[in-house]
């Protein structure tokens, strides 16, 4: 009798730790967007911006512009100036002039500099995460 005691305690302790030692973890799966030209807009209507490569970039952001780029490829330019509605596609900017040239920076790939008008623009990448 001591001994089926032991063993069923013993038994009961084994399943204990096994269920509880167990690693039933929950997936989770999070899903990053891009952040568009409306949602950009809405939170600072005078924000100066573009669209490349389905990325809003935006300039005017104070530890962007004290950073010390190198202008390296250009890569594309501004197509289409929209300052009516904020339904942007590739090459899209709501202030700069058609035309302007678009570069990538040596030291960042988040960061694309536009020549317009005799001076060069630091526009940073604007994702949501």
Known sequence: MKGIKCFLCSTAFILFVVTGCTNQTETKTVTI???NAE???TLNPDA???QYNGTIYQTNIDWVDEL???K???ISEIKTKN???TDFIDGTANILPV???IFTAKERKDI???ETKGETLKYLAIVEG
Do not use: R, Y
């Open 83 to 85: 300052e009516d509605n």
């Open 39 to 41: 949602e950009v807009l």
């Open 68 to 70: 010390p780029l190198t």
């Open 72 to 74: 390296d490829n250009q």
């Open 112 to 114: 694309l500099l536009v």
């Open 33 to 35: 967007d891009n952040i």
């Open 48 to 50: 100066n911006i573009f």
């Open 99 to 101: 035309g302007s040239k």
